[in-house]
């Protein structure tokens, strides 16, 4: 009986682990989001394709968003971050951070009723 209870410990431990590095603070969110980030891969429903075009996203400390897409004059505009919900905003577009680290930000955002997911690589 006690081993049992000694390897559910463990196991409970390993998991509030788990939990707490998978779970970073608003601060470290918003840290990790301070870069420029290209777009390499776009999916909607289910099919994942590579942009046609360079998308670049950098979003300031200082909440400013920028989206230049290959061609186009860059768009500016403010953005914020919801930590309960993991959302970000940007003018009216609200997108849900679905994994983000040093290197990798994964969005999910609801366009004309399709979910697109763009998974994005750090640049700078």
């Not at 707490?20 to 289910?46: D, F, R, Y």
């Not at 004059?73 to 905003?89: A, L, S």
């Not at 680290?101 to 640049?123: P, W, Y």
Request: glycine share 4%; proline share 2%.
């Amino acid at each position: 009986m006690h081993k049992y209870l000694f390897f559910l410990s463990i196991l409970m431990v390993i998991s509030l682990s788990a939990i707490s590095q998978s779970n970073p603070s608003e601060e470290k969110v918003k840290t990790m989001l301070c870069h420029k980030w290209k777009a390499v891969s776009i999916e909607v429903q289910g099919e994942k394709e590579l942009p046609e075009e360079d998308l670049i996203i950098t979003f300031l400390i200082d909440g400013t968003f920028i989206d230049s897409q290959e061609g186009t004059k860059p768009n500016k505009e403010k953005w914020e971050y919801n930590h309960e919900k993991m959302t970000i905003t940007t003018g009216d577009v609200k997108k849900k951070i679905l994994t983000i680290n040093e290197h990798e930000l994964r969005l999910s955002t609801n366009i004309a009723d399709e979910i697109m997911i763009v998974t994005l690589k750090r640049v700078d």
